[in-house]
Antibody, heavy 125, light 111 residues
Framework: QLQLQGSGPGLVKPSETLSLTCTVS??????????WGWIRQPPGKGLEWIGN???????FYNPSLKSRVTISVDTSKNQFSLKLSSVTAADTSVYYC?????????????????WGKGTTVTVSS | QSVLTQPPSASETPGQRVTISCSGS????????VSWYQQLPGTAPKLLIY???QRPSGVPDRFSGSKSGTSASLAISGLQSEDEADYYC????????????FGTGTKVTVL
């Protein structure tokens, strides 16, 4: 059964870079035509999509975060990662990694069918 | 930033049916498939419906999704206490070079 586990520091200082990694187990990140990505949820608020990466390395980012976000994939480690630069208190959230879609005959269908448990990240000095 | 609008809350007694609406536009629901997620308190969201009306294996058939024009709906029939949760619709949006958008969320309370 496919499982995702996010990891990374729970506390980041303002202006620094938030770095999280998602480890995929029970399946290969490079098998099938899947997308992988990150979603966040500020305390008491709704869900916000951060971005996706295709298993081949193509990336898609939320325009509101695009200037600060980098998502990468390491197929040798079966992991994908998130970097968010110049963080502020507004970036304090639970960060979820997820399998975020599939390409079928060249058409992309986006939906998050497997989620990690979430990593709480607080931005504070 | 949410461009998909949901009612903030819905409630019904056990065994009854509750319907949650999700209103969008031609750049998202009107041209793309809709998915629905259930989030129980303190847990990660769970996929309930994908491609407008498809249920992943393991999701009870009490949950059903539909779409018409630029709106979508999630119906929960035979409401149970364990259905008390937050529900989010979502879809890809072709505006702003493309982004995945979630709805504003609906808190379902089982009375």
């Amino acid at each position: 059964q496919l499982q995702l586990q996010g990891s990374g520091p729970g506390l980041v200082k303002p202006s620094e870079t938030l770095s999280l990694t998602c480890t995929v187990s029970g399946g290969s990140i490079s098998s099938g035509s899947y997308y992988w990505g990150w979603i966040r949820q500020p305390p008491g608020k709704g869900l916000e999509w951060i971005g996706n990466i295709y298993y081949s390395g193509s990336t898609f980012y939320n325009p509101s975060l695009k200037s600060r976000v980098t998502i990468s994939v390491d197929t040798s480690k079966n992991q994908f990662s998130l970097k968010l630069s110049s963080v502020t208190a507004a970036d304090t959230s639970v960060y979820y990694c997820a399998r975020t879609g599939i390409a079928i005959f060249g058409v992309a269908y986006y939906y998050m069918d497997v989620w990690g448990k979430g990593t709480t990240v607080t931005v504070s000095s | 930033q949410s461009v998909l609008t949901q009612p903030p809350s819905a409630s019904e007694t056990p065994g009854q049916r509750v319907t949650i609406s999700c209103s969008g536009s031609s750049s998202n629901i009107g041209s793309k498939s809709v998915s629905w997620y259930q989030q129980l308190p303190g847990t990660a969201p769970k996929l309930l419906i994908y491609r407008n009306n498809q249920r992943p294996s393991g999701v009870p058939d009490r949950f059903s999704g539909s779409k018409s024009g630029t709106s979508a709906s999630l119906a929960i029939s035979g409401l149970q206490s364990e259905d008390e949760a937050d529900y989010y619709c979502a879809a890809w949006d072709d505006s702003l070079n493309g982004l995945y958008v979630f709805g504003t969320g609906t808190k379902v309370t089982v009375l």
